[in-house]
């Protein structure tokens, strides 16, 4: 059993952390900036809640947040007057499960160092459906000895753990992850529209062509919410921009050539303008339909 702090009690850090405590079995402080959703988790899961990033994180073996960007990051781990960092104790790790930018993660892996703690960026993948099920796929950037630590506590709430390099590289493997996400549910998309428009029973032509070279995640959990329109749940169209951001931002660094995810990124801000921010990704849909 460890001593855990998690920062960020949203979609994705609530039920996370009470995996953390109820199946890895360790004593968790919460932190939420919104006081009330802590307070929640604590009446729901037991364990303790604290008033800032500082207060949780103090002496803690481990400190994980999953808060929205890198801004929201920087100011849990080393804001001013009550970031986790300013407490946290020598050779423990703070696990970043947010998705953000590789910049940032080699920024705090190098202050985490400085004050001799150590630094993983852990975004995830999997959705709200993985982090209730405690099936996330975790994408590790850092150092191989904080990661053999930190590993097992991770299982908590993944069923997939991977070291991909140095710290950003976690951040990296997420940001591929998504540019492989965004071509496909547009093509999804384009294909549900086009049967629509041939007078096909998308059900039936989904039932086939997702056994064959089409099948994907997004085709299996997908289609019949498409086809039906509803996008009021799921991962939403304002995250979505922000990690597309991120990626051609770090593209823009790297020479990378990303024409078609460039592309999808302008449908989503299309999709914001109908007043889908919180639809889900596979609203790409509606913009077609409108
Ligand atoms: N949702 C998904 O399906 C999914 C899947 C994979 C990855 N992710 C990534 O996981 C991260 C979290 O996503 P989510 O869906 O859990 O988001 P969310 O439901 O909007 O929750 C965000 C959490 O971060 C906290 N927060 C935001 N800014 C903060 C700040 N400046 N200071 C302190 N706390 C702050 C929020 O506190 P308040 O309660 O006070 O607002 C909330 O607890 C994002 O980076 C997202 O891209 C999400």
């Known amino acids: 059993m460890a001593t855990v702090a998690f920062l960020g009690l949203g979609v994705m850090g609530y039920p996370m952390?009470?995996?953390?405590?109820?199946?890895?079995?360790?004593?968790?402080?919460?932190?939420?900036?919104?006081?009330?959703?802590?307070?929640?988790?604590?009446?729901?899961?037991?364990?303790?809640?604290?008033?800032?990033?500082?207060?949780?994180?103090?002496?803690?073996?481990?400190?994980?947040?999953?808060?929205?960007?890198d801004d929201d990051l920087r100011e849990v781990a080393i804001g001013p007057s009550s970031g986790a960092f300013s407490a946290?104790?020598?050779?423990?790790?703070?696990?970043?499960?947010?998705?953000?930018?590789?910049?940032?993660?080699?920024?705090?892996?190098?202050?985490?160092?400085?004050?001799?703690?150590?630094?993983?960026?852990?975004?995830?993948?999997?959705g709200q459906a993985?982090?209730?099920?405690?099936?996330?796929?975790?994408?590790?950037?850092?150092?191989?000895?904080?990661?053999?630590?930190?590993?097992?506590?991770?299982?908590?709430?993944?069923?997939?753990?991977?070291?991909?390099?140095?710290?950003?590289?976690?951040?990296?493997?997420?940001?591929?992850?998504?540019?492989c996400i965004a071509g496909l549910v547009q093509g999804l998309a384009e294909g549900i529209h086009f049967g629509k428009r041939a007078g096909l029973d998308i059900e039936k032509v989904i039932e086939v062509i997702s056994k064959g070279a089409a099948g994907s995640w997004q085709m299996e959990n997908r289609h019949k919410t498409m086809n039906a329109g509803k996008y009021d749940f799921g991962f939403a169209v304002d995250w979505m921009r922000k990690d597309?951001?991120?990626?051609?931002?770090?593209?823009?660094?790297?020479?990378?050539?990303?024409?078609?995810?460039?592309?999808?990124?302008?449908?989503?801000k299309d999709v914001q303008a109908m007043g889908g921010r919180r639809w889900d990704t596979s609203s790409l849909l509606a913009r077609l339909e409108k």
């Open 88 to 126: 946290m104790k020598k050779g423990a790790i703070f696990i970043d499960n947010t998705t953000a930018s590789a910049e940032v993660a080699r920024e705090l892996a190098e202050k985490a160092d400085a004050r001799g703690f150590g630094f993983l960026d852990a975004p995830v993948s999997g």
């Open 17 to 69: 952390a009470a995996h953390l405590k109820n199946k890895g079995g360790h004593d968790v402080t919460v932190y939420n900036r919104t006081a009330a959703r802590a307070e929640k988790w604590v009446a729901e899961h037991g364990g303790r809640s604290a008033p800032t990033p500082a207060d949780a994180a103090d002496g803690k073996d481990f400190v994980f947040a999953c808060v929205g960007n």
């Open 244 to 268: 597309l951001g991120i990626c051609l931002a770090e593209a823009d660094r790297n020479g990378a050539k990303l024409p078609v995810t460039a592309l999808i990124d302008q449908f989503y």
């Open 130 to 179: 993985g982090a209730e099920n405690g099936v996330l796929t975790v994408m590790v950037g850092g150092a191989q000895e904080h990661f053999d630590r930190a590993k097992p506590v991770i299982e908590a709430y993944a069923r997939m753990v991977g070291l991909m390099g140095p710290a950003g590289a976690g951040q990296l493997t997420k940001m591929i992850n998504q540019i």
